[in-house]
């Protein structure tokens, strides 16, 4: 079976603030593919990330970095000094074949971002 | 690039009428498209795939009838309430992918409908 897990359900930081969304994901496919999508409060789901299961390289796009680790199964997603802006619902989702590719969806976490 | 958008954003009908959502690919053909439901503060749901000229897939516990899929372009996909009822108000998203299932999906803004 296939699964996402985030555990975090709500996380609140003050504007500046480091945070790491988790994302933990069960599979037992070879080939598979990892996203993370950011759903603001106008509700469009905004792709910020994909990953293959074959490339273990960490990623940064500007103030955000995902660190991908096969070896817990987990997909972390870091915003560096994080903006009022990036208050949004983080989802993160698995791909694989064995599911046809239809997106596994985490439970989201809600991220609160103070001025 | 790959912009998906969905029309109308907002529908509020009377129960028993029958509402359609419009989903198009404005840059970029989309081999498969995918319908989401998300009630609030909830994930995502997939309700069913898509592929241009053929009938859509649906989810376990999805009502075929009940929701009417058609994908008659690689451009756009339409979803059809039929005869909507109060427990059917929620947020509909879609989603379509450049190239196939095993693709990224890029997703739509959202149609939100309300029921009475």
């Known amino acids: 079976a296939q699964k996402v897990t985030q555990a975090q359900t709500e996380i609140s930081v003050v504007e500046k603030e480091d945070v790491t969304l988790d994302c933990v994901y069960e599979t037992r496919d070879t080939t598979y593919y990892l996203f993370w999508y950011k759903q603001p409060p106008s509700g469009e789901l905004v792709f910020l990330i994909r990953r293959n299961s074959f490339d273990e390289q960490n990623e940064i796009s500007g103030r955000y970095s995902w660190n991908f680790q096969k070896s817990t199964s987990s997909f972390n997603f870091t915003i560096t000094a994080s903006q009022v802006v990036d208050s949004a619902v983080y989802f993160c989702?698995?791909?694989?074949?064995?599911?046809?590719?239809?997106?596994?969806f985490g439970t989201g976490t809600r991220l609160k971002v103070l001025a | 690039g790959a912009v998906v958008s969905q029309h109308p954003s907002w529908v509020i009908c009377k129960s028993g009428t029958s509402v359609k959502i419009e989903c198009r690919s404005l840059?970029?053909?989309?081999?498969?498209m995918f319908w989401y439901r998300q009630f609030p503060k909830q994930s995502l749901m997939l309700m069913a795939t898509s592929n241009e000229g053929s009938k859509a897939t649906y989810e376990q516990g999805v009502e075929k009838d009940k929701f009417l899929i058609n994908h008659a372009s690689l451009t756009l996909s339409t979803l059809t309430v039929t005869s909507a009822h109060p427990e059917d108000s929620s947020f509909y998203i879609c989603?379509?992918?450049?190239?196939?299932?095993?693709?990224?999906?890029?997703f739509g803004p959202g149609t939100r409908l309300l029921v009475l």
């Open positions: 989702a698995l791909s694989a074949d064995s599911g046809t590719y239809k997106y596994i």
């Open positions: 840059d970029f053909q989309a081999t498969t």
């Open positions: 989603s379509a992918s450049i190239g196939g299932v095993q693709e990224t999906q890029y």
